[in-house]
T-cell receptor, first 117, second 109 residues
Framework: GAVVSQHPSWVICKSGTSVKIECRSL??????MFWYRQFPKQSLMLMATSNEGSKATYEQGVEKDKFLINHASLTLSTLTVTSAHPEDSSFYICSAHRGGRATDTQYFGPGTRLTVL | SQQGEEDPQALSIQEGENATMNCSYK?????LQWYRQNSGRGLVHLIL?????REKHSGRLRVTLDTSKKSSSLLITASRAADTASYFCATTINNDMRFGAGTRLTVKP
């Protein structure tokens, strides 16, 4: 089946530093990828839609200058948390439609746990 | 923002019993999917049901969709301790997927 990977699986950083998270579709091309954030014991909240070759679309309330998204190829999207603060600590999950259509199954990466000290 | 609401928020049953989780949503959808998440892990896709379908089965899983009531249910039959996890419904509208709050299922051996 389709596989989406994320790297790193966990990261601990100091407040004020920037952290980059990679999301890769391993056996299919994804023109669109999605980034979610999940706080403990809560549901996934869509942060942004990452579009290959164009700017990401951010959800209301998500700071685009803080959460930089780059989708430079059909198999890779990156999320950079800039000047991270403890409140940015969360579980970040990416996903992609294998068929590129909204009606196709969406496959999720294993997530990246970010802890900001 | 979240689209779906799930109930119950938490469900505890004995191994062998059936577990039913419900999901309600607010607007018309393209499809609805159910996912499972073990604590601190990624999501595992269980079933996708399209807006023109009413019921789907996969192994011990049965999903129903009632678009007139804007609701879906996930039934897990003959539950096992390994089914302990959080279960989320997710609705797709155009290219956006929104998740419900989830149901935390505990299956006691």
């Amino acid at each position: 089946g389709a596989v989406v990977s994320q790297h790193p699986s966990w990261v601990i950083c100091k407040s004020g530093t920037s952290v980059k998270i990679e999301c890769r579709s391993l056996d299919f091309q994804a023109t669109t990828m999605f980034w979610y954030r999940q706080f403990p014991k809560q549901s996934l909240m869509l942060m942004a839609t990452s579009n290959e070759g164009s700017k990401a679309t951010y959800e209301q309330g998500v700071e685009k200058d803080k959460f930089l998204i780059n989708h430079a190829s059909l198999t890779l999207s990156t999320l950079t948390v800039t000047s991270a603060h403890p409140e940015d600590s969360s579980f970040y999950i990416c996903s992609a439609h294998r068929g590129g259509r909204a009606t196709d199954t969406q496959y999720f990466g294993p997530g990246t746990r970010l802890t900001v000290l | 923002s979240q689209q779906g609401e799930e109930d119950p928020q938490a469900l505890s049953i004995q191994e062998g019993e059936n577990a039913t989780m419900n999901c309600s949503y607010k607007t018309s959808i393209n499809n609805l999917q159910w996912y499972r998440q073990n604590s601190g892990r990624g999501l595992v896709h269980l079933i996708l049901i399209r807006s023109n379908e009413r019921e789907k089965h996969s192994g011990r899983l049965r999903v129903t969709l009632d678009t007139s009531k804007k609701s879906s249910s996930l039934l897990i039959t003959a539950s096992r301790a390994a089914d302990t996890a959080s279960y989320f419904c997710a609705t797709t509208i155009n290219n956006d997927m929104r998740f419900g709050a989830g149901t935390r299922l505990t299956v006691k051996p």
